[in-house]
């Protein structure tokens, strides 16, 4: 028996023993935070596991599958036309209402693909931070003021920390990108195909997850009152894509369809199941890859893999964000007087805590509104209110560790420093300005 590795073993041991001995439960802010962590679990199974990221785990898996290496280097690549790279990651958002954890899958797979890393990081930072109703809401409760400069600043900063990122690990990216640069076969289907295809899965992830808007008119509420039956037209596209285009059997298809569409009328008022019906029917077509190619078993494999890979970091992160912050509304171990208190003013020390706490707490795509809407009402200054929104959306304690995963310890330190210094210091410029 050698003594280090027992050793070792001894303090961990011990610590345990300490941590369990002295644990606070029976004080009312421990239980809380500990309730507040599973409330905040539970909500984010209900409402973004199913909705969004199962979509956008099957929407990686395809992006490795079924889009050629060559297309996204061409496109994405370290060698790509930077303003077409850039143009095109920094308005990624405006089509994708998605939260920073849904964007996660997606970022992944266009980064395995061969993506250089400053267009990748762009579009991880846009998809959450500028999607159009987020904008329009954030104008119209917070004030104009606040809505055009999150727009302006989310697109600017997207573009300043994909280039700020490339050029600090650019001999890293040169090697990734020479050891990606190998042949790869044509794919069978041509642009226009592909394109249709993803953008039927797109525009389910899109309105499956399409928020009520704070007024019940106009276009916004219109098309919230139709979700469903978007949701279900494109569905349908999809189901014809695969069958004509990908090899799926028309038997099979026809079962799931009518599955779904049986649940669908049979409960009109709960559309959860029959897009449940339609997620396991798509899981079951896919992984028994009854297809001569062979793509979609190949297609099965890449989005569980990306799943098995991310879930269970979002899902922890989600537990700590919880228990230390907790909900809109309730507290977890840090009272919100605490925050209210260190954001009023200008300060350098304000904009900066407000930037921090925003990277660190969990944002569903539009909460941050009402939250931010009850800091201002505390006293939270304009300036400090910006660099919340602009490092809030986009980052989060459960994003961080999947980020990590993907790129590492250093390149997720510099990603995650770029969005709060750039936070603070545009939160220090815009509150000069207003004040």
């Not at 802010?29 to 209900?46: N, P, Q, S, T, V």
């Not at 109703?133 to 989310?154: E, F, H, N, S, Y």
């Not at 990306?306 to 909900?327: Q, Y």
């Not at 509304?329 to 020390?349: D, K």
Request: charged share 10%.
């Amino acid at each position: 028996m050698t003594l280090k590795p027992e050793f070792k073993r001894l303090l961990w041991y011990g610590s345990v023993f300490l941590a369990l001995f002295y644990l606070p439960v029976g004080q009312v802010r421990f239980d809380g935070a500990i309730l507040e962590a599973l409330h905040l679990a539970k909500w984010y199974a209900r409402e973004h596991v199913l909705l969004c990221l199962v979509p956008a785990f099957f929407i990686a898996g395809a992006i490795a599958v079924f889009i050629s290496q060559a297309a996204v280097m061409q496109y994405l690549g370290t060698g790509a036309n930077k303003v077409l790279a850039y143009g095109v990651a920094s308005v990624s958002g405006t089509l994708l209402a998605v939260c920073s954890c849904t964007v996660l899958p997606l970022f992944a797979g266009i980064y395995r693909m061969g993506a250089g890393l400053g267009p990748a990081c762009a579009f991880l930072y846009s998809g959450p931070a500028i999607n159009v109703l987020a904008i329009i809401l954030t104008a119209a409760v917070l004030g104009p003021q606040l809505g055009l400069a999150r727009a302006l600043g989310a697109i600017v900063f997207s573009v300043v920390i994909g280039l700020a990122m490339q050029l600090l690990f650019r001999r890293e990216e040169q090697q990734r990108q020479q050891a990606a640069a190998l042949p790869v076969e044509a794919m069978p289907r041509g642009l226009g195909q592909n394109a249709l295809y993803f953008a039927s899965m797109v525009a389910i992830l899109v309105f499956a997850n399409w928020g009520s808007p704070a007024e019940q008119q106009g276009l916004w509420y219109l098309i919230y009152s139709a979700k469903w039956w978007l949701t279900s037209g494109f569905a349908l596209l999809l189901a014809v894509l695969l069958v004509r285009w990908f090899g799926v059997p028309a038997r099979r298809m026809a079962l799931v369809t009518v599955l779904v569409a049986g649940l669908a009328l049979l409960f009109p008022q709960r559309p959860l199941l029959a897009f449940v019906a339609g997620t396991a029917g798509l899981v079951w077509l896919t992984a028994s890859g009854r297809d001569e190619t062979g793509e979609l078993r190949s297609w099965f494999d890449n989005s569980w893999d990306f799943a098995r890979k991310i879930l269970p970091l979002l899902l922890l992160g989600v537990l700590v964000a919880g228990a230390l912050l907790g909900r809109p509304g309730h507290e977890g171990l840090i009272p919100t007087t605490w925050v209210a208190g260190l954001v009023g003013g200008n300060s350098l020390s304000a904009n900066l805590f407000a930037a921090v706490f925003g990277a660190f707490m969990y944002f569903a795509t539009l909460t941050e509104i009402p939250i931010l809407q009850g800091l201002l009402g505390a006293g939270m200054g304009q300036g400090p209110a910006l660099a919340l929104l602009l490092a809030g959306p986009a980052l989060s304690l459960p994003n961080m560790l999947v980020i990590h995963c993907v790129l590492g310890t250093r390149k997720t330190l510099a990603f995650v420093s770029l969005v709060i210094v750039m936070a603070t210091l545009s939160g220090l410029i815009f509150g000069a300005i207003v004040q």
